[in-house]
């Protein structure tokens, strides 16, 4: 409630203008960050582009095929824990025939089309925004000086969070070939489900927002 988000008259065309109370401390992180967001997320959509909550990341296999995947979701689903453990097992030499996984966006980006109908996602900070005793211990162990490094908010808070500088490759878009949504609310066993009416379940899934909650 204390926070405002204005959109003003320039002249050449609206200022996004976010206006914070100057506290040196909150209750929780998002306050901040996710108001922001929001006045991104406004000009990008009057740019043409979508904001999209989720991760997205680069695979390139053994024969030098590259393809994107987006996996989008509600707060607690588990995407970036899915993805952790993804990459974990790249580096454990556990995914055979991947030569590297590149992680683009851990938290959110924004969906631009070409000419030709084409979706490119851009990553909007090289962070990751995420609550560290989630991931899988061998994972930090891996990537320990950037989690050493890492901001944390909220640390005695079940919702506790560490911005992980370093993560993502926000440098240039990159095409998407394969678009997931991510559920773990379902009673079907993990796994990858194909719907035949995709836009009446993502009008669903969107717009119900169910998950397991997990404090978030």
């Known amino acids: 409630p204390q926070i405002g988000y204005f959109n003003i008259k320039g002249p050449n065309g609206n200022i996004k203008t976010l206006v914070t109370p100057l506290k040196m401390k909150t209750d929780y992180f998002g306050n901040i960050k996710k108001p922001w967001l929001t006045m991104m997320n406004e000009k990008v959509k009057e740019m043409g582009g979508m904001p ?5 990341f680069a695979v390139e ?3 030098g095929s590259l393809f994107v995947i987006q996996v989008d979701g509600d707060s607690g689903v588990g995407k970036s824990e899915m993805l952790a453990a993804m990459m974990l097992k790249w580096l454990k030499k556990d995914l055979p025939g991947i030569r590297s996984i590149k992680l683009i966006a851990g938290d959110m980006f924004y969906v631009f089309p070409d000419a030709d109908g084409n979706l490119y996602g851009i990553g909007t900070e090289e962070g990751d ?3 560290v005793p ?3 211990p061998d994972f930090i162990k891996y990537y320990n000086s950037l ?3 890492a901001a944390d908010s909220n640390v005695e808070d079940l919702n506790s ?3 992980i500088s370093g993560l ?3 440098k240039m878009p990159y095409k998407i070939d394969i678009m997931l949504t991510a559920s773990n609310f379902g009673r079907q066993e993990a796994g990858i489900t194909v ?3 995709p836009e009446n379940f993502l009008l669903y899934r969107h717009s119900h927002g169910e998950r397991k909650e997990k404090a978030t």
């Open 52 to 56: 999209v909550h989720g991760s997205l």
């Open 195 to 197: 719907y035949k009416n």
């Open 147 to 149: 989690f050493e490094s």
């Open 168 to 170: 993502c490759d926000i």
């Open 61 to 63: 296999e053994e024969d």
């Open 161 to 163: 969070r560490s911005t």
């Open 129 to 131: 925004f995420s609550r």
């Open 134 to 136: 989630d991931f899988d």
